[in-house]
């Protein structure tokens, strides 16, 4: 079939979600380059392809949570409330596939698995598990930060569980029946505090393993206003613009005060309000120093620990569940829908893992030093390999045989997250040393920022564009600085590696503000990029 035939194109691309559905758009319907997306799962979409567990919903709102370059598709498409379930975003990026003609340049089903720089004549070839070769003047990966790098750690005995088994982010395609039947889930991170209150709703008993107890959030859904949704479409523009030039992604800013100036009846108000109203807003809306100054994040850490202490009703599970070892935000911050509430039930069971470490799992159920508890399903939300991941598992290599395994080792090293000095006419959408916050206004500065890039160097007939070695180490020095910034940074999660065991630790975000990065990426371009290593054809 047409899967095994080699194609000699302008782009390659690596992954059909968000970032690489636009990437090909961007390029072959803009630029009218030769383009061609590779996909390893069966169908477009990405992370929302894959995360089908119990509960999978976006935590952004969904009016931000979309692209914005076509005004026709951010009016007329429907989002049916504040925060879309997976089925819906995925709806969505079906759609945009469909809008834009995207899916005749996409080969789904076929994984990359080598992408080798040909340092004789410049074009990267890349080796797909169809059997073929694609060669490109040009390769830009999207896989994503998360999906396509599942983790499952190696828990003694795992393979001998007699039940069923499932990874959240490969969750299949048939519901799977939770009705009646007794349920372990592993991990409370952002999916397993989504799925855990929906799972609870169904299973006949559910146990949550949990080993770290996490400050979250409510989300407070709801379906969509209509004239609140008729106000948000009249002033897309403003939106937008402050979206992309926010701290994180989102519309709205912090409050301007400092929360060590506020009197404590005022901080208490103003958490009431951000609790009441619910998501990112309690984190990014909130004091300016909420995530820079240790004081005023343990004013918000003291109140969500009140908040927990007040909905959970057996004081024993509620101490379990207060997280007492990182600030608030220090991790990624979690958005629930009724995440402590579930505890209350009779037919939950917290199993603090600090307490009662698991020994193994068995046949028959999951055994730590209390004893032995009977399952007939175990859901493993145990994360990801972030960020790294997805390109270790694909063998990139650059200039003169460099790995970009080897060339990563201690750590990923990008310049702006966007391309890694030895490896030419390459670029990251979404790359280690980027930005993170709400994700779509990232890629979408990403895809156009790279597209322009490639666009200026076709006209300048250049047959080379790649970052220079001292450029990225003053970005590695930055990324560095900044995550010192922040008092609530990283702290033992997949935010700097943490969460994989033997992983080099770094923090793998850019957590400068969102607009100081877009202002240094548009600096770099604006000074004939800056920082890069620019070679005429030869
Ligand atoms: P996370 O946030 O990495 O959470 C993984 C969870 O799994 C976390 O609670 C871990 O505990 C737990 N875990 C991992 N390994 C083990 C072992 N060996 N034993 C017990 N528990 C374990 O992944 P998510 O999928 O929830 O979220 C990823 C991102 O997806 C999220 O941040 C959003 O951006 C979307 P730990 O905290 O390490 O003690």
Redesign the pocket.
């Known amino acids: 079939g047409s899967n095994r035939t080699d194609l000699d194109v302008d782009v390659v691309i690596v992954g059909a979600g968000f970032a690489g559905l636009y990437m090909l758009h961007r390029v072959r319907d803009v630029l009218g380059l030769r383009t061609v997306v590779i996909e390893a799962a069966d169908g477009v979409g990405g992370?929302w392809y894959l995360?089908r567990y119990p509960g999978a919903r976006c935590?952004s709102e969904s009016y931000v949570y979309c692209y914005s370059f076509s005004e026709e598709l951010l009016q007329e498409w429907e989002w049916s409330g504040k925060y879309p379930r997976q089925p819906e975003i995925l709806a969505y990026l079906e759609h945009v596939a469909d809008r834009f003609d995207l899916l005749r340049d996409v080969r789904l089903g076929t994984r990359v698995e080598a992408a080798r720089y040909q340092d004789a004549d410049g074009t990267w070839r890349v080796r797909t598990s169809a059997g073929d070769t694609v060669t490109a003047r040009f390769l830009v990966t999207g896989m994503g930060?998360?999906?396509a790098a599942?983790?499952t750690?190696?828990?003694p005995g795992l393979d001998t569980f007699a039940g069923e088994c499932h990874h959240?982010?490969r969750w299949p395609h048939e519901p799977v029946d939770l009705a009646g039947r007794r349920v372990g889930v592993?991990?409370?991170?952002?999916?397993?505090?989504?799925a855990i209150p929906v799972i609870a709703e169904q299973a006949a008993h559910l146990h949550v393993?949990?080993?770290?107890p996490?400050f979250t959030v409510p989300a407070r859904h709801h379906t969509v206003d209509r004239a609140v949704l008729a106000e948000i479409r009249a002033d897309y523009d403003a939106i937008w613009a402050k979206a992309k030039w926010s701290l994180s992604g989102f519309p709205w800013q912090h409050n301007g005060r400092s929360a060590l100036d506020a009197t404590p009846e005022e901080v208490r108000k103003t958490f009431e309000e951000l609790w009441d109203q619910g998501g990112f807003r309690f984190v990014f809306g909130s004091y300016r120093d909420l995530l820079t100054d240790i004081r005023a994040n343990d004013l918000a850490a003291d109140f969500v620990r009140e908040k927990i202490r007040e909905t959970v009703a057996d004081p024993d599970t509620a101490a379990k569940l207060t997280p007492t070892d990182h600030p608030f935000g220090g991790?990624?911050p979690?958005i629930d829908t009724d995440y402590f509430e579930t505890y209350n039930r009779d037919d939950v069971t917290l199993v603090d893992?600090r307490e009662s470490?698991?020994e193994e799992v068995t046949p028959r159920g999951i055994r730590t030093t209390a004893g032995e508890i009977e399952l007939d399903v175990l859901v493993?939300?145990?994360?990801?390999d972030?960020v790294t991941g997805p390109f270790t598992r694909i063998d990139i290599t650059g200039r003169d045989g460099l790995a970009l395994r080897d060339a990563w080792a201690d750590g990923p090293s990008t310049y702006l997250g966007l391309a890694v000095a030895g490896f030419p006419n390459m670029f990251t959408i979404t790359g280690p040393g980027a930005t993170?916050g709400n994700l779509p206004v990232s890629i979408e500065h990403h895809v156009e920022w790279i597209a322009t890039c490639i666009e200026d160097t076709l006209r300048r007939d250049l047959a080379v564009v790649e970052a220079g070695y001292e450029a990225q180490q003053r970005w590695a020095d930055h990324v560095q600085a900044q995550a010192e910034r922040i008092v609530a940074g990283p702290s033992?999660?997949?935010y700097d590696g943490?969460?994989i065991p033997g992983k080099a630790r770094r923090p793998l975000f850019f957590f400068g503000s969102f607009g100081l990065y877009r202002r240094t990426c548009e600096d770099v371009a604006a000074n004939g990029y800056e920082g890069f290593d620019r070679q005429p054809a030869v």
Not at 186 to 194: C, Y
Not at 209 to 212: A, K, N, T, V, Y
Not at 380 to 384: K, S
């Open positions: 992370t995360n935590d930060l998360l999906a599942p983790y750690p190696d828990l959240t982010g592993i991990g409370t991170g952002s999916t397993g505090v989504q393993f949990q080993r770290s996490q991790r990624r979690i893992l470490p698991i493993l939300a145990t994360g990801f972030a993170f033992g999660s997949w943490a969460n």
